[in-house]
C-alpha cells in the first residue's frame, strides 16, 4: 500500500522560501511518477509540479523559476524547494501518486 507523508509547510513572508518534503512508502520513487499539487481556499486543486524517471521535472507556469522539484533516492523522499513566495502561493500542499494523495501541509504567505 502506498502512502505519502508531507511535510514543512508554515507562515512566511513574501520573498521567503520553504521546502517542502514528500515521504513515501509503499513504492519506489526511482521508478514512479510524483505530482505536488495545491489547493488555495475555495479552489480548484491543481497541479504545481512532476517529477518523473530519470529526473525529469515539468512545472505549471506560474511557479517556473521559483520553485525546484527534486528527489532523494535513498530516503524515496520528493521535495519542492519553493523561493521567492508570494501571498497567492498560499494553500494546502499535497504530494501524489496516481490515485494516492498524502495529507497535505499547509503554507500561507503573509506579511
Known amino acids: 500500500q502506498v502512502h505519502l507523508v508531507e511535510s514543512g509547510g508554515g507562515l512566511v513572508q513574501p520573498g521567503e522560501s520553504l521546502r517542502l518534503s514528500c515521504e513515501v512508502s509503499?513504492?519506489?520513487?526511482?521508478?514512479?511518477t510524483i505530482w505536488w499539487y495545491r489547493q488555495a481556499p475555495g479552489k480548484h486543486r491543481d497541479w504545481v509540479a512532476?517529477?518523473?524517471?530519470?529526473?525529469?521535472?515539468n512545472y505549471e507556469d506560474s511557479v517556473k523559476g521559483r520553485f525546484t522539484i527534486s528527489r532523494d533516492i535513498t530516503k524515496n523522499t520528493v521535495y519542492l524547494q519553493m523561493n521567492d513566495l508570494k501571498p497567492e502561493d498560499t494553500a494546502v500542499y499535497y504530494c501524489?501518486?496516481?490515485?494516492?494523495w498524502g495529507q497535505g501541509t499547509l503554507v500561507i504567505v503573509s506579511k
Open positions: 509503499g513504492l519506489s520513487i526511482s521508478y514512479n
Open positions: 501524489n501518486h496516481q490515485h494516492t
Open positions: 512532476l517529477i518523473m524517471t530519470a529526473d525529469v521535472t
